[in-house]
């Protein structure tokens, strides 16, 4: 429901970052679900996002911008 267990892949410039939403923390710890990536300076290209859901979908999305929030949501993320 809180996709746990989603990979996310972003690709800009012909590097590519990965990170995988993992639940929990420690106990009385606090924790923050939101995935980053840093992308530092550069050109205006496109950015890839490309979101692989634990049910097996995969869902991308092209020319998210650089220093934003996207919130993703199974079956509503896309073109």
Do not use: C, K, N
Not at 17 to 42: C, I, K, T, W
Request: proline share 5%; hydrophobic share 35%; aromatic share 6%.
């Amino acid at each position: 429901r809180d996709g746990v267990g989603a990979r996310v892949e972003l690709a800009v410039g012909g590097r590519m970052q990965v990170r995988v939403r993992r639940a929990g923390g420690a106990y009385l710890s606090g924790h923050d679900p939101r995935l980053f990536f840093g992308l530092g300076e550069g050109d205006a290209e496109p950015v890839r996002i490309r979101v692989r859901w634990p049910s097996g979908t995969v869902e991308e999305s092209l020319g998210a911008g650089r220093d934003r929030v996207v919130e993703v949501e199974e079956g509503r993320f896309g073109p």
